[in-house]
């Protein structure tokens, strides 16, 4: 557990320090284009990673979730998921 946690600082860290801050100052949507595309690899990243330990430790089951979250994490930074779940968040709490 310990080390799923430092991965996840770490993974933190490295997104806080790698946004393409310069690209959000000039172009506001290629700035988060590209954050959104830095958001769903390192992702990618701590999926693959957790999985991994959790499977060398014999945890199947974690294992198989936290890649199943992890999917669905990668599905909703789609751009036209997320304005799908927008919409049916709004639409559920004002309704139609």
């Not at 693959?48 to 294992?63: D, H, N, Q």
Request: overall charge neutral.
């Amino acid at each position: 557990m310990k080390k799923n946690t430092i991965m996840i600082v770490i993974l933190a860290l490295i997104v806080i320090v790698a946004t393409p801050g310069i690209a959000a100052a000039y172009d506001i949507k290629q700035g988060a284009d590209d954050i959104k595309d830095l958001m769903a690899t390192m992702i990618s990243i701590a999926v693959l990673g957790s999985a991994t330990i959790l499977f060398f430790k014999r945890e199947i089951v974690p294992a198989v979730l936290v890649g199943l979250v992890g999917a669905i994490l990668i599905f909703i930074t789609q751009a036209s998921t997320m304005k799908s779940v927008g919409e049916a968040i709004t639409n559920f709490i004002f309704g139609d």
